[in-house]
């Protein structure tokens, strides 16, 4: 099984910045795409962004783009999501999740974490 546990979460003022962290844990292949999905309160889970393990390819939610990137530091197999011009707009509960599917990614999650709340006042 996968363990993914999020951190990083705060209020931060619009147009701050954030930097989430996901550590995962326990036996794994190896082979899930790890990303990120949101889900703010009243509203659908949304997905953020995903970094597929085999090439490194990214995709992002158009709300997001250029503003977020996703990275992973393979060493500490540490997955961050950089966050930057932050608006109140992106107010929610972060997930870290892992997927077997990186096309996909948003539509089947296969693990996730217990989330972290990222809060941003105008």
């Known amino acids: 099984q996968v363990q993914l546990v999020e951190s990083g979460g705060g209020l931060v003022q619009a147009g701050g910045s954030l930097r989430l962290s996901c550590a995962a844990s326990?036996?794994?292949?190896?082979?899930?795409?790890m990303g990120w999905l949101r889900q703010a309160p009243g509203k659908e889970r949304e997905f953020v962004a995903v970094r597929s393990w085999s090439d490194g390819s990214t995709r992002y939610a158009d709300s997001v783009k250029g503003r977020f990137t996703i990275s992973r530091d393979n060493t500490k197999n540490i997955v961050y999501l950089q966050m930057n011009a932050l608006a109140p707009e992106d107010t929610a509960v972060y997930y870290c999740a892992a997927s077997g599917s990186y096309r996909r990614f948003e539509n089947r999650p296969d693990y996730w974490g217990q989330g972290t709340q990222v809060t941003v006042s105008s």
């Open positions: 326990g036996r794994t292949s190896g082979t899930y795409h």
